[in-house]
């Protein structure tokens, strides 16, 4: 069997299991009321969390963890909006909703430019120019700076450029990727961090900077610490910095260390989505999983089932996990941490 004949035979039979879950349970086909409640009992949840966490009722360990997986369902919400699964024909509340999700979640790029970053992203999964995944550090060597920039789109994201804009002049010469699309890619990796997303970063900076520095003041006398008016800024900022920067943080390492090692890199057969992911669920994996809905579990799903729903997918799993499988797509390829990602062993 070739590839496209698997992958067309993996998306007949989960459409037929989805199509079979919605007959019986007839509720699954009210999305866009879905979407609307899932997402504000979500900033409900992150909205009562945080304040009872003001009112010093919870502590700041735990409200981190609830609010870091909340704001994991706000990212699906996101990538479904993205995909144009609620509210296609009210843009009103679909923009709406686009804004909250990233307002809330204001270390991650503006979802209406990631937009067309994902969607390159699933036309080219694994490919020199799949710009979105490369920027969670997919494709890299693990080391302790893989480790330190995984989270962080700005700093690190500055870090990973020379190289991809270096692949991605090489792919536009060898004829694999258009000048113009090119040029598009790397207007709109700036555009997308632009501001919310950079200053999110900077506080963050400013306040894990504050946090080394008044360490080495109290421990071994040193004299630097930062001016006064930036300390006073961030505790103007403690509230913002404690309930929404840093459970993103949690949620945003966690999703882009799952994501990055579950999809492969380099090596990927054009448009053969059989090689583009794996299924991630190794048990180790769990506390990541559980600030990014279960990422690692789901999405490989998601690449041949493109537009249904996060919540489907994830009741849905078990029997689509069995067709994956069965069709030969890998699980838990724990040597692609060994491999940078690579699909195939090149040594
Ligand atoms: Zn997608
Ligand atoms: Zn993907």
Known sequence: MTHQEKTSKIRKEINAAYFQLKKAYPIFNYQNTLGLIIFLGSILAIGFTSYFWYKGEIASWLMIIINAFFMGVLHEIEHDLIHWLYFKGNKVVHHFMLFVVWILRPLTVNPWIRRTLHLHHHK?????HDVEERSVTNGEKWTFKRFLTTADVVLGGL???GVMFK????????GRLKLEISHKLRKFMFLSIIPI?????VVLYFFFGDLILDYFHKTFNTSFVLPEFIKESLDWLNIIIYTILLPNLLRQFSLHFITSNMHYFGDVEDGNV??????LTVWWTFPFQLFCFFFGWTHSIHHFVVNETFYIRHIGRKKAQEVLKKYGVRFNDLGTFKRANRFHNHD
Do not use: P, Y
């Open 197 to 201: 997303t950079i200053i999110a970063h």
């Open 124 to 128: 080219f999964s694994g490919t020199l």
């Open 167 to 174: 692949d991605m002049d090489k792919e536009v010469k060898a």
């Open 159 to 161: 870090m990973r450029l």
């Open 274 to 279: 059989m090689e583009q992911t794996q299924v």
